[in-house]
């Protein structure tokens, strides 16, 4: 690689070489570099264009007469260079959201001005003040010839102050993928009144909180995308978890609609039977229900409510309800619609919405309807006595041919997707398919599309768990036509992406758990915890340096603790090699099976020996004493926050997700099943004796 194309992704934040995860030093391929500096708009074709590229780097600052966002935290001073005609003066003052003014200071700090496309430009240089509040701000520089200029202006506090409940002590909660969670009155599919029923039965058993999968929205019509990690718009939630019954205009049907909607229900309900998750005709039926109850109207009350939520949703709900509605008549690959469709922003594109409002109404107030149900399942929650309630999970990225990538296209880098490098759980790495935000796109509209997405995730919660937080520091870029081993590091403004995570939980006293598992950058755990963002430790992950497992007491504090997760299998089948087994069925080891399971073997083994010498296990304990014991072990940790999969206590068996694949394996369709691997309802925890035994070795606090 030549020293101007290094110093070219250097300039770009992309990393030109990195350690894997054995320790191992890699340097990135020339062809890696030049295709990502390539989804950033960056040529790097040829010496002569990096050449060019790397001149035109110092003079983009220079042709701003302010940065586009500024990202402070409260307390801070920071200087900002303003850009004007040389001998020009200017003035800056901060813009408050509370309508208020503030002037910066300027400082005697001279830098020799610049020839710009033939202009001489001088640079100026303002202090802001260090007591401003938190929120968002805006610059404005006016020079004295007239013009002006605008830029964000982000204060963030500087830690997030943990909610009362983690101030005086620990908690605990379960973990569930909330599609799994069917009872009874399920419609294929767990919903939101199943969240709340769960929330109450688990806060009688002293729990704080329920983390469930991301329910972001999916496609408005079958088939649907299953994995809720590859949504197809973070920002909204998918209907599918809505109950029907909780609706209020349902109980104003007359007898023949009412008749439409309970053959709808017995369709669905019949779903429930399956041994596996059936969404396409789960929401087919809850669907075509939802429309019959739409189209009974709404009374004078319920139609102001609804006109003032899509008031404060705006634009972003418009758009994304266009995209439902052109995807129900052209497919939900935006790819393939008619040329003029494809850019949300086109002349053809407001026609449409012209012609199609009622179908736009329909698919907006499917979001009011999940937006009210949202809040009246946290208000369950909290009244059963929960502190924290529901925490609501949010996905590292979105569908490649979703709502947003067609609705925010322009903030989106393309040309690559999301992944990550080989690990010791997928030993090829993983493409995820997604597109990755684009730094200096997002920087440009002030980080209005990530605030959006982090303020609608907390909207009625808790709390948020962020998957795969270290993607707010780096994200594993993947060029297309190459392997997920091919990819490289592009760096992310961190101060600005955790400092909106930290000012939007703190607006609603919220907790934020980072998911910062697998490579990390070394420093990104440093900031969070400075930040007050819980970090995650899976016991499975954690080890000493000589191979032991990690005695409780190195656990971190400022983490959500448990013994497994959503890409592991349940306990009971890691304890059984389940992982190992379908692993080499699917061909994604990279040494002999024997080898792996042998080593998958130790380190089981270790454990069992830890416990054993710990006394919360006896040498001849059964594998359903393990999984208590095991949560003993976490228990005996300073960990604030301890989680338990749902699927632990029933003693599930069968894996929900196998990293790296599509559909070589049946990922988040697995429904919740006991120990004989038979679909079990959620409710029916509430009568296993491995429950039981769990839930009691949990903290308690007074009165509780």
């Known amino acids: 690689m030549s020293p101007d194309l290094a110093a070219l992704a250097v300039a770009h934040r992309v990393a030109t070489d990195y350690w894997d995860w054995q320790g191992r030093h890699v340097e990135v391929s020339s062809s890696t570099i030049v295709a990502v500096l390539g989804a950033l708009g960056v040529d790097a074709g040829t010496d002569a264009a990096v050449r060019s590229s790397l001149a035109a780097l110092e003079e983009e600052r220079w042709r701003r ?11 801070w001073t920071p200087w900002v260079p303003v850009h004007v005609p040389h001998g020009q003066s200017v003035e800056v003052d901060v813009h408050l959201e509370d309508g208020g003014t503030r002037p910066a200071r300027p400082v005697d700090h001279w830098v020799a001005p ?37 830029a964000t202006l982000i204060v963030a506090p500087a830690r997030l102050e943990l909610p009362a409940a983690l101030r005086e002590g620990r908690v605990w909660g379960l973990m569930t993928q909330l599609y799994q969670a069917r009872s009874a009155a399920s419609w294929g599919v767990g919903d939101l009144a199943d969240l709340a029923g769960l929330s109450t039965w688990s806060a009688a058993q002293g729990a704080d909180f329920v983390l469930v999968n991301p329910m972001h929205a999916a496609e408005p019509s079958s088939p649907l995308e299953p994995s809720p990690y590859l949504p197809t718009a973070r920002a909204f939630t998918s209907p599918l978890y809505l109950h029907v019954e909780d609706v209020p205009e349902t109980r104003l049907l007359d007898g023949r609609a009412r008749a439409r909607v309970d053959a709808c229900a017995k369709r669905a309900i019949e779903l429930d039977r399956l041994d596996s998750i059936d969404r396409d005709p789960a929401w087919t039926a809850k669907r075509e229900a939802l429309e019959i109850v739409f189209n009974r109207g709404r009374d004078a009350d319920r139609e102001a409510a609804f006109t003032a939520y899509r008031s404060e949703r705006g634009e972003a709900l418009d758009t994304y309800a266009t995209w439902c509605v052109l995807a129900d008549e052209h497919g939900s690959d935006w790819t393939t619609w008619p040329e003029g469709l494809r850019d949300a922003s086109s002349p053809e594109v407001a026609a449409y919405r012209e012609g199609h409002r009622e179908q736009m109404a329909f ?10 149900q ?14 924290l309630g529901i925490l609501r999970d949010l996905a590292v990225g979105v569908h490649p041919r979703g709502a947003d990538a067609w609705g925010l296209s322009s903030v989106l880098a393309h040309g690559v997707t999301v992944g990550a490098p080989p690990d010791q759980f997928n030993q090829l790495g993983q493409n995820w398919s997604q597109p990755p935000w684009h730094p200096e796109r997002l920087a440009e509209v002030g980080y209005g599309p990530f605030r959006d997405m982090v303020r609608a995730v907390l909207r009625d919660s808790g709390g948020i768990r962020v998957d795969h937080v270290i993607g707010m520091f780096r994200l594993w ?73 990690l005695p ?90 301890l989680g338990v999969s749902l699927s632990d206590l029933v003693g599930d068996r069968r894996i929900i997700n196998q990293p790296g694949t599509q559909d070589e394996y049946p990922n988040w369709r697995v429904p919740l099943s006991g120990p004989d691997e038979r679909p079990i309802a959620w409710d029916e925890a509430l009568t296993s004796p491995l429950a039981a035994q769990i839930t009691a070795r949990m903290p308690r606090r007074a009165g509780r």
């Not at 949202?374 to 502190?387: E, F």
């Not at 070394?522 to 499975?540: C, K, M, Q, Y």
């Open 552 to 641: 409780p007491e190195g656990y971190r504090e400022l983490c959500l603790a448990s013994v497994t997760t959503h890409d592991l299998p349940p306990t009971a089948g890691y304890l059984g090699l389940a992982h190992v087994r379908l692993r080499e069925r699917l061909g994604l080891l990279t040494r002999d099976v024997a080898e792996e399971s042998a080593h998958e073997r130790t380190s089981i083994d270790r454990v069992r020996a830890a416990l054993v010498e710990r006394g919360l296990l006896a040498a001849d304990g059964t594998n359903e004493d393990m999984i208590v014991a095991l949560h003993g072990w976490l228990v005996d940790s300073p960990a604030r926050m």
């Open 477 to 549: 870029w993947v060029p297309e036509g190459c392997t997920p081993a091919e990819g490289t590091y592009v760096g992310y403004d961190d101060e600005a992406l955790v400092g909106i995570l930290v000012l939007e939980a703190s607006r609603v006293g919220a907790v934020v758990v980072g998911e910062d598992l697998g490579v990390v950058e070394p420093r990104a755990r440093d900031v969070l915890r400075e930040r007050g963002i819980f970090g995650t430790s899976i016991l499975w992950f954690e080890w000493t340096a000589d191979g032991r497992p």
């Open 374 to 387: 949202l809040g009246r399942t946290q208000g369950a929650a909290t009244a059963a006595g929960m502190r």
């Open 363 to 372: 698919h907006a107030w499917l979001q009011w309807l999940c937006d009210e």
């Open 65 to 75: 007469v302010v940065p586009p966002t500024v990202v402070m935290r409260t307390g």
């Open 114 to 150: 610049r020839v710009v496309d033939g202009r001489e430009i001088g640079e100026a240089t303002v202090e802001l003040p260090g007591d401003l509040p938190p929120g968002w701000h805006r610059l404005e520089a006016r020079i004295g010839d007239g013009t002006s200029a605008t």
